[in-house]
């Protein structure tokens, strides 16, 4: 992790294209709203000059950044409304970061976990930090836990302010597979599939050493607190995702008013019962790319789940799956359709 994104994984020096040190403040504040959010920064020194490192690198939806400032310094009024959940991990020097009670020191190989859309934050980094940052919003990480989980987790996980990762762990392993994977031949990689990969991994074993730290369980969670109505709801979206049931259709068979099941799905659930129904037949329609017989065509197989708007699903689906259908397709069977 020393040399994570100066040096790619043969060793070689990466070119980035753009300047990656600053001694002006506008310059270093411009880089920060930019990968991070508004927030306000003041230096420890009053007097004192940045002396800045400033790198950053995409992985799908998630901004990596290697960053100091140079000197040293105390931030605090993280802009809410940006929507970012930050994970700082130290790689040289400490911070010290607000927390319930107090405040929580990280050291070389410490990650620390706010979600700046739900909880406070304030932060002091001496003069010798150096950072490896992820900023994602806080929209990704939900999206992927409803994914991966079956639900989006309520504030006792968005408010809570942990520390993860440390020397040795799994968590400072897959940054480091993250840095080396998306740097080569000297230079940040643009494979698309390839970041959304990287996404992915990223935000799951995020979600799970997060919720670990929290004490909050993600294989039980929201999901068995809802209410009978809810889980039955679930069960008839999953069954009948092809044939896209209504919402009224299924509150009347659950026996529970449209306005009751959409409140229960966004209290339990953190999404709209429709997102719920979009979401299944999403992945049934990627189930079906991958499976039917190879003289079936996207667009055919598309129509069979009722979709007739193709550019509209095609932007749909590469936003859930990092890929357009078609890609899906050739990729598992060499077939290439029309959407």
């Known amino acids: 992790m020393e040399h994570a994104l100066v040096l790619d994984a043969l060793g070689a020096p990466i070119r980035h294209g753009r300047k990656t040190w600053s001694a002006d403040w506008d310059e270093v504040e411009e880089f920060c709203r930019s990968n991070y959010m508004p927030f306000r920064v003041r230096p420890l020194d009053r007097l004192a000059c940045p002396d800045a490192t400033m790198i ?13 400032y140079g000197t040293g310094i ?41 979600d700046c859309s739900r909880a406070d934050y304030w932060l002091t980094g001496d003069p010798d930090h150096l950072q490896l940052n992820l900023t994602i919003s806080h929209q990704l990480v939900a999206d992927t ?8 987790p309520d504030d006792r996980l968005w ?32 494979d698309d599939l390839l970041s959304r990969h990287i996404e992915e991994l990223l935000c799951v074993e995020l979600l799970r050493q997060w919720a670990a730290a929290a004490g909050f369980s993600l294989e039980t969670g929201a999901r068995s607190a809802a209410p009978g109505y809810v889980r039955a709801a679930e069960e008839i979206m999953e069954a009948e995702a092809r044939e896209a049931p209504t919402i009224g259709d299924i509150a009347q068979r659950v026996g529970v008013s449209a306005r009751t ?29 991958e499976t039917r017989p190879n003289d079936q065509t996207v667009t055919g197989i598309a ?5 007739s708007n193709f550019g509209a699903l095609a932007g749909r689906y590469r936003k859930r799956f990092g890929e357009t259908p078609s890609q899906t397709r050739a990729r598992c069977t060499g077939a290439f359709g029309g959407a």
Do not use: C
């Not at 979009?278 to 079906?288: N, P, V, Y």
């Open 56 to 68: 950053p690198a995409p992985a799908g939806g998630i901004t990596m950044t290697r960053f100091s």
């Open 74 to 114: 105390h931030l605090d009024r993280f802009d809410p409304d940006a929507g970012k959940i930050l994970v700082l991990t130290t790689l040289r020097g400490a911070l010290d970061h607000s927390a319930d009670g107090g405040s929580v020191g990280t050291g070389a190989g410490e990650s620390y976990v706010v």
């Open 145 to 152: 836990a409803e994914r991966w989980f079956g639900f989006v």
């Open 159 to 190: 408010t809570s302010r942990v520390k993860i990762g440390g020397p040795n762990s799994a968590w400072l392993a897959l940054l480091d597979y993250a840095t080396r994977a998306l740097t080569r031949d000297g230079t940040i990689a643009a």
């Open 261 to 289: 099941l959409s409140g229960g799905f966004q209290k339990f659930r953190g999404t709209p019962p429709r997102a719920f129904l979009i979401a299944r037949r999403l992945e049934g329609f990627r189930t079906d790319l």
């Open 303 to 307: 129509a069979d789940w009722g979709f």
